[in-house]
């Protein structure tokens, strides 16, 4: 990772199991006073970038931790949270001109969300923003 992150935004990357992940620079823990909760902290609980090393993609931020929000399908779009379903694209032709819809169905075959773009990529960053 080499760019800073602010806090709320969202970028994919590559991650540890070679897959494309979705993160988020949220709000760390109150009170914490290392930066627990990030995706970047080993399994003994301490961060794998030193505090004061200037590599953190936070560049070093008490106030916010990044999360996993997920591996991407190879639309670049999030599973679902409740179902787990990725979502599905179609586009539509809608008072004169084309739109993106993305929606996900529920376990019993009902549509569970729905989000809508002018552009493709506006309807897939509207459905990662879900989270």
Not at 85 to 93: A, D, E, I
Request: proline letters at 3%; hydrophobic letters at 40%; aromatic letters at 10%.
């Amino acid at each position: 990772m080499e760019a800073l992150h602010k806090l709320d935004e969202q970028w994919a990357e590559l991650g540890i199991d070679k897959k494309m992940h979705m993160y988020k620079a949220v709000e760390g823990c109150e009170g914490a006073p290392t930066c627990s909760g990030c995706y970047l902290l080993k399994h003994n609980g301490k961060c794998a970038i030193p505090l004061d090393s200037l590599n953190c993609p936070l560049q070093v931020s008490l106030d916010c931790v990044i999360k996993d929000l997920g591996i991407l399908n190879e639309d670049e779009c999030l599973a679902e949270a409740i179902t787990g379903f990725y979502p599905r694209l179609s586009k539509h032709f809608i008072e004169g001109k084309f739109r993106w819809m993305l929606y996900a169905f529920t376990v019993d075959g009902n549509i569970s969300i729905t989000v809508w773009g002018d552009t493709l990529q506006e309807a897939k960053d509207a459905w990662n923003r879900r989270t």
